[in-house]
């Protein structure tokens, strides 16, 4: 059974870097039938769909927020890593990582992780 | 860019059906075949209940059905159940490798 599992710092300070990681196992990040998605959740409101990733390192990011994101993949841990710059209070959410069916006519999240709460506070 | 349109809440008693909508443009909902709706729990990670508009995963009962028309998507819940009880959210594809999820259904089973 896949489980994908985030972690990473729970708090943040406002204008630096958040980063997390995601660890899959029971399969492998180098499948070349997936992507890997980041998406959030602030408290209290809707899904936001952050950036996937794809073994090779080609990366998709959300218009919104692409100029702040960076992603990148470990075949060698089975990782994959998010990192989201200058972050304000507006950043604070709970982080999930995804499988991203995006091969062929397939687009959604068939795998989550349970998702970790970052806060962003001074 | 602007989040799918759903509505807030919906309700329903058991036994009975209720459909949720989700609303985009012909650049996302209405141009593509890839919707997508997943189910929340409080607390819980999102569960994929739909994909490819109308397909349902291994597992999720046949209660649940998908369909679209024009650029508004619908996720039915037939045969209401208490354990239905949740927040439901649509996504589709955006063109141009962008995806949009909608801004959530709070489903209440009365």
């Known amino acids: 059974q896949l489980q994908l599992q985030e972690s990473g710092p729970g708090l943040v300070k406002p204008s630096e870097t958040l980063s997390l990681t995601c660890t899959v196992s029971?399969?492998?990040?180098?499948?070349?039938?997936?992507?890997w998605g980041w998406i959030r959740q602030p408290p209290g409101k809707g899904l936001e769909w952050i950036g996937s990733?794809?073994?090779?390192?080609?990366?998709h990011y959300n218009p919104s927020l692409k100029s702040r994101v960076t992603m990148s993949v470990d075949t060698s841990k089975n990782q994959f890593s998010l990192k989201l710059s200058s972050v304000t209070a507006a950043d604070t959410a709970v982080y999930y990582c995804?499988?991203?069916?995006?091969?062929?006519?397939?687009?959604?999240?068939?795998?989550w992780g349970q998702g970790t709460l970052v806060t962003v506070s001074s | 860019q602007s989040a799918l349109t759903q509505p807030p809440s919906a309700s329903g008693s058991p036994g009975q059906s209720v459909t949720i909508s989700c609303t985009g443009t012909?650049?996302?909902?209405?141009?593509?075949?890839?919707v997508s709706w997943y189910q929340q729990h409080p607390g819980k990670a999102p569960k994929l209940m739909i994909y490819?508009?109308?397909r349902r995963p291994s597992g999720v009962p046949d209660r649940f059905s998908g369909s679209k028309s024009g650029n508004t998507a619908y996720l039915t819940v037939s045969r209401l159940q208490a354990e239905d009880e949740a927040d439901y959210y649509c996504?589709?594809?955006?063109?141009?490798?962008?995806?949009?999820f909608g801004g959530g259904t709070k489903l209440t089973v009365l």
């Open positions: 995804a499988r991203h069916h995006s091969i062929g006519p397939d687009q959604y999240f068939d795998y």
């Open positions: 029971g399969g492998s990040v180098s499948s070349r039938s997936y992507y």
């Open positions: 990733i794809y073994y090779s390192g080609t990366t």
């Open positions: 012909s650049s996302d909902v209405g141009g593509y075949n890839y």
């Open positions: 490819e508009v109308s």
């Open positions: 996504n589709s594809y955006a063109g141009s490798n962008n995806l949009m």
